[in-house]
């Protein structure tokens, strides 16, 4: 069974920073594109970071550019998500994606709390 699992959220100031780890186990970690998204309450789930299988290309959503950094350790089958100058906008619970099209697979972590307050 395929599993992805978040750490590394919790309570931070405004101006702190975090850094999101994700955990991929029993899939080709390395075939797949990973991506964090976030849903914060009230509002739906968007993405803000995505990273192609060989992490020779980036995404970002607006919003965070400049401030957040998504990189991946293949031999880790892990994902990071380095969160800088975060604001209380930024509160949310972030998920883990995993998405390899040519097989059409797509999986999620559960997800891992951040909230920006002082």
């Known amino acids: 069974q395929v599993q992805l699992v978040e750490s590394g959220g919790g309570l931070v100031q405004p101006g702190g920073s975090l850094r999101l780890s994700c955990v991929g186990s029993?899939?080709?970690?390395?075939?797949?594109?990973m991506s964090w998204y976030r849903q914060a309450p009230g509002k739906e789930r968007e993405s803000i970071a995505r990273?192609?299988?060989?992490?020779?290309?980036?995404n970002y959503f607006d919003s965070v550019k400049g401030r957040f950094t998504i990189t991946r350790a293949n031999a880790k089958h892990t994902v990071y998500l380095q969160m800088n100058s975060l604001n209380p906008e930024d509160t949310a619970v972030y998920y883990c994606?995993?998405?390899?099209?040519?097989?059409?697979?797509?999986?999620w972590g559960k997800g891992t709390q951040v909230t920006v307050s002082s």
């Open positions: 990273i192609s299988s060989t992490g020779g290309i980036t």
């Open positions: 994606n995993a998405h390899w099209a040519v097989a059409n697979l797509n999986f």
């Open positions: 029993n899939l080709s970690f390395s075939l797949y594109d």
